[in-house]
């Protein structure tokens, strides 16, 4: 997964400079990576130093649960669930430094043994759907109803929602 190896040689000065910005961007990524699992450590650590402990004023709450998330929430600059992803990538960091993943967010798909399209573009494609398909329909939904119900603007109408009908049913067939 690293990208930091040359793939082509050039000589063209544009190409050399925007080569070494890729270049430093993939490194700070995978720099990214190895201090969550840094700071995961120290997380890990802790959490397992307070599992033995009462956390609660007076000391007399329950044993080990959740005094991680108290302590979390008293003394961090960052959400208790942000504190459990930089756990789980330390918890995994061998197989993560095999792979010097540029993001943390592959690194977790990664975890979790993502077959999938990649993070974040099922959500893309939704917001794509949603925009160009749904959105429009509404407008003309709402449209038809102001015009004329005569029968040129019905005809084309229809010849329209016939062909999205015929569109979306082949979608539906490939999907299956």
Same mark, same amino acid.
């Given at each position: 997964?690293?990208?930091?190896?040359?793939?082509? /040689?050039?000589?063209?000065?544009?190409?050399?400079? &925007?080569?070494?910005?890729?270049?430093?961007?993939? /490194?700070?990524?995978?720099?990214? %990576?190895?201090? &969550?699992?840094? !700071?995961?450590?120290?997380?890990?650590?802790?959490?397992?130093?307070?599992?033995?402990?009462?956390?609660?004023?007076?000391?007399?709450?329950?044993?080990?649960?959740?005094?991680?998330?108290?302590? @979390?929430?008293?003394?961090?600059?960052?959400?208790?669930?942000? @504190? !459990?992803?930089?756990?789980?990538?330390?918890?995994? /960091? &061998?197989?993560?430094?095999?792979?010097?993943?540029?993001?943390?967010?592959?690194?977790? &798909?990664?975890?979790?043994?993502?077959?999938?399209?990649?993070?974040?573009?099922? +959500?893309?494609?939704?917001?794509?759907?949603?925009?160009?398909? %749904? +959105?429009?329909?509404? %407008?003309?939904? @709402?449209?038809?109803?102001?015009?004329?119900?005569?029968?040129?603007?019905?005809?084309?109408?229809?010849?329209?929602? =016939? =062909?999205?009908?015929?569109?979306?049913?082949?979608?539906?067939?490939?999907?299956?």
């Amino acid at each position: 997964m690293n990208q930091l190896t040359v793939k082509k /040689q050039t000589t063209d000065p544009e190409a050399i400079r &925007a080569n070494t910005i890729h270049n430093f961007v993939i /490194q700070r990524g995978w720099e990214m %990576v190895k201090a &969550a699992i840094t !700071c995961g450590e120290i997380l890990f650590k802790k959490k397992e130093e307070l599992k033995d402990k009462r956390y609660e004023k007076g000391g007399r709450g329950k044993r080990g649960y959740g005094n991680f998330g108290k302590w @979390a929430e008293a003394n961090l600059d960052f959400t208790w669930q942000t @504190a !459990c992803t930089y756990m789980k990538l330390y918890e995994h /960091q &061998a197989r993560i430094y095999d792979m010097e993943f540029n993001s943390i967010r592959a690194a977790l &798909a990664f975890i979790r043994g993502d077959d999938r399209i990649t993070p974040g573009l099922i +959500s893309g494609d939704e917001k794509i759907l949603r925009r160009n398909i %749904v +959105s429009p329909i509404k %407008v003309v939904k @709402a449209r038809l109803k102001k015009l004329p119900k005569d029968p040129i603007h019905y005809d084309t109408v229809m010849r329209i929602i =016939e =062909e999205l009908e015929v569109a979306v049913n082949e979608l539906i067939d490939e999907l299956r």
